[in-house]
């Protein structure tokens, strides 16, 4: 059966699901994953051979999916969606997108409380299960940002609302990604066969300061290019102390920061970055894949993605 009443979701193999068929195009609503279209070929791959389909990529479409629900159109799914292995947003950025969804469903009344069902609302943080989703609530609540209370209603405190104006200030309809690395001639490969591409092939533009026309002190330009910024890439093969400004700046501002360095200079990182998730890697080839999917991961595909 491939529409009506009774389906089985092709994400997460649920019953409670609405399927509608159009063409070859089948839109589903689904009580776990939320709403999400996608045509034949991909439903029969998802449904009859789901180990061929990267477990981080399920989790990443049933998150993108649940978001939808509510909200003007269904999440579109491309067969090349379904291909590959990414990495999947550390605790904190899942923890931050249970919050801003939580604000999206209360609205304009920042007294209200909304409802979280432990049992279907953990694709949210890019679950499995609902201890995931309890997982991020109980940080939420330990950084005072949310209330409980019974019956699994949560209320948004003031500090929690800061977080919320803080997350919704980053420029998320920004296509541009501002890269901070070495200018050294011996680095414009990474740039021209690693970083650039990876970037435009997750959809977005990338940007570095001296390929921009301007005439303004290059400092200043580097603070408006990063505020115009959707995220910022920063590669510390060389230790260049302007990398380290860059892309603590974009840290301030709540800015995704991506963190990279040739394997052999990682050790000599200054130990306040070093804790951070770093790709690492030994020639720009192998950079793209690893960086066009640590894009996809953190921030999602960009405007230009797929064309």
């Given at each position: ?47 009859s051979a789901r180990g061929t389909v ?108 800061v977080r919320v104006y803080e997350l ?140």
């Amino acid at each position: 059966m491939i529409h009506g009443d009774g389906d089985q979701c092709p994400l997460c193999e649920a019953t409670e699901v609405r399927a509608e068929a159009r063409g070859f195009m089948i839109t589903f609503t689904c009580a776990r994953c939320g709403w999400f279209r996608t045509d034949v070929n991909s439903v029969r791959r998802l449904l009859s051979a789901r180990g061929t389909v990267a477990s981080s990529r399920l989790r990443q479409l049933r998150g993108s999916a649940r978001r939808q629900r509510g909200r003007r159109g269904p999440l579109e799914i491309a067969p090349s969606d379904l291909d590959g292995e990414s990495r999947l947003p550390d605790p904190l950025a899942r923890a931050d997108r249970l919050l801003l969804w939580m604000a999206d469903e209360i609205g304009e009344s920042p007294e209200a409380r909304v409802k979280v069902d432990a049992d279907r609302d953990y694709p949210l943080v890019y679950g499995e299960s609902s201890g995931e989703l309890s997982f991020a609530l109980t940080f939420l609540h330990e950084q005072g940002w949310i209330e409980n209370f019974a019956g699994g209603e949560f209320q948004i405190k003031m500090p929690g609302w800061v977080r919320v104006y803080e997350l919704r200030e980053t420029p998320t309809d920004s296509r541009r990604g501002f890269v901070a690395m070495s200018f050294d001639p011996s680095m414009d490969p990474v740039w021209k066969v690693g970083i650039a591409p990876a970037i435009v092939a997750a959809g977005y533009e990338p940007v570095r300061v001296d390929r921009v026309e301007h005439n303004d002190k290059i400092c200043d330009r580097i603070v408006v290019e990063i505020r115009r910024a959707r995220f910022v890439v920063a590669d510390f093969t060389g230790h260049r102390q302007g990398v380290y400004f860059e892309a603590g700046f974009a840290l301030g501002l709540g800015l995704p920061v991506i963190w990279l360095a040739r394997e052999d200079a990682l050790a000599e990182a200054h130990f306040d970055t070093r804790q951070y998730n770093h790709i690492k890697w030994k020639t720009p080839e192998e950079l793209l894949p690893a960086l066009r999917d640590r894009i996809l991961a953190t921030i999602g595909a960009g405007p230009a993605a797929g064309s």
